[in-house]
């Protein structure tokens, strides 16, 4: 009897860890799919844009204006003596380590570009996750996950898809009724 008592309590936690798990309820979202369903989202994109291909005729200028100082060197090294060709050499290369350096300022993983994104979009990703929270609040999700980007789902069932009631409780209707708007 002693022994089957010591059994039961040892195998209780697991057995009632089971049973609890099997009433979890799981959805998921797509904050892709509501970002773009947002009228504010659509001008970060055009400013980010605009922003960006500003920088990239930039660059693109840059190097324009080192291709032409590489040529003409190419085409009159043999007039210059060996100070001139220094200095023009050390032009190029600064030229070239400003283009870099620009670009990287720019478009690195830190950069300018990067910083504005995440500045513009702060404020509609907390509005998206205090949405989701309240719709998983409200319908007594346990798990709410995200489809956009990864780590990614390789099945789910539509019917825990809290997408659209996220896209009500913000104002902005369904996903079917955007379609059917377009």
Do not use: C
Request: a negative charge; zero cysteines; charged letters at 35%.
């Amino acid at each position: 009897m002693n022994r089957v008592f010591w059994i039961w309590i040892l195998f209780f936690p697991v057995l009632a860890q089971e049973v609890g798990a099997q009433n979890q309820r799981v959805g998921y979202v797509n904050t892709d799919r509501i970002l773009e369903q947002m009228p504010e989202y659509q001008g970060i994109e055009e400013r980010l844009t605009i922003l960006g291909n500003q920088w990239r005729e930039e660059a693109r200028e840059m190097e324009l204006e080192l291709e032409l100082l590489e040529q003409d060197f190419e085409e009159r090294e043999l007039l210059y003596d060996e100070e001139l060709r220094a200095e023009q050499r050390a032009r190029i290369e600064q030229l070239k380590g400003d283009r870099e350096a620009f670009l990287h300022q720019k478009f690195g993983p830190d950069g300018d570009y990067f910083q504005q994104q995440k500045a513009l979009l702060e404020p509609l990703q907390q509005e998206i996750y205090q949405a989701i929270d309240r719709a998983a609040r409200q319908d007594s999700y346990d798990f709410v996950l995200d489809r956009a980007g990864e780590p990614r789902m390789l099945f789910a069932r539509e019917e825990w898809d809290l997408t659209d009631e996220v896209l009500q409780i913000l104002g902005l209707g369904t996903s079917n009724e955007s379609e059917l708007r377009n």
